[in-house]
């Protein structure tokens, strides 16, 4: 059983569209992580969220914490195949624990 | 800039045989990590050095060992490998000195892909 649960795991859009992606814990994390990994190379931070209910934007992706610091949110606007990629949440508490992550393909 | 390199890139062992991966980062970081990367699991740390001279257990640390050569390197080492460890390893790298007071960012090399057959 994974600490973090991330939805859905598999995602196949056209470029153009909108989406979200979710990570779900029933832990607390004092901060949590996204990064996206693409093919053949290792995971690439993102963003950090640190405060309950808190938001950033980088871009066209905007990273939501949860109020009770247990879960997270990625959403992209209007995505490109640039954004292809597997995306990866990690919790820290007294450790960082990572996500499956969602494998995101965006169709020209 | 290299950032974490890792050699190497690809490996094909068979049942018993031992092997070394190697790690090496350029950027005067204090901690560094294994992690193995498997379908469905995510990344499921191995072992850890927080600082030079120090290394400790991770998620799952049966079957490896590491050596935190100096600050700039980190070998882990399967001394004699089964099919199960097949998967593709990350070494990983990080400014602060503790991984529980990790809220920073972790760096990443390109990975190693082993086969045990």
């Known amino acids: 059983t994974q600490l973090l649960e991330q939805s859905p795991q598999f995602l196949s859009i056209q470029e153009g569209e909108n989406l979200t992606v979710y990570c779900n814990s029933s832990s607390v994390f004092s901060s949590l992580q996204w990064y996206r990994q693409e093919p053949g190379e290792g995971p690439v931070l993102l963003v950090t969220?640190?405060?309950?209910?808190e938001v950033k934007k980088l871009k066209r992706l905007t990273f939501q914490f949860g109020d009770a610091r247990k879960d997270s949110s990625l959403h992209i606007t209007a995505a490109q195949p640039g954004d292809t990629g597997l995306y990866l949440c990690a919790g820290v508490n007294n450790d960082m624990r990572f996500g499956a992550g969602t494998r995101l393909t965006v169709k020209p | 800039n290299a950032g974490v390199t890792q050699t190497p890139k690809f490996q094909v062992l068979k049942t018993g045989q031992s092997m070394t991966l190697q790690c090496a980062q350029d950027?005067?970081?204090?901690?560094m990590y294994w992690y193995r990367q498997d379908p469905g699991m995510g990344l499921r740390l191995i072992y850890y050095?927080?600082?030079?001279?120090?290394?400790d257990k991770g998620e799952v640390p049966n079957g490896y060992n590491v050596s935190r050569l100096n600050k700039r390197e980190f070998s882990l080492r399967l001394e004699s490998a089964a099919p199960s460890q097949t998967s593709v390893y990350f070494c990983?790298?990080?400014?602060?000195?503790?991984?529980?007071?990790?809220?920073?960012?972790?760096?990443f090399g390109e990975g190693s892909r082993l086969t045990v057959l």
């Open positions: 990983a790298s990080s400014r602060f000195g503790s991984q529980t007071a990790n809220t920073g960012e972790l760096f």
């Open positions: 950027m005067n970081h204090n901690s």
């Open positions: 969220v640190v405060t309950g209910g």
């Open positions: 050095s927080a600082s030079e001279g120090t290394t």
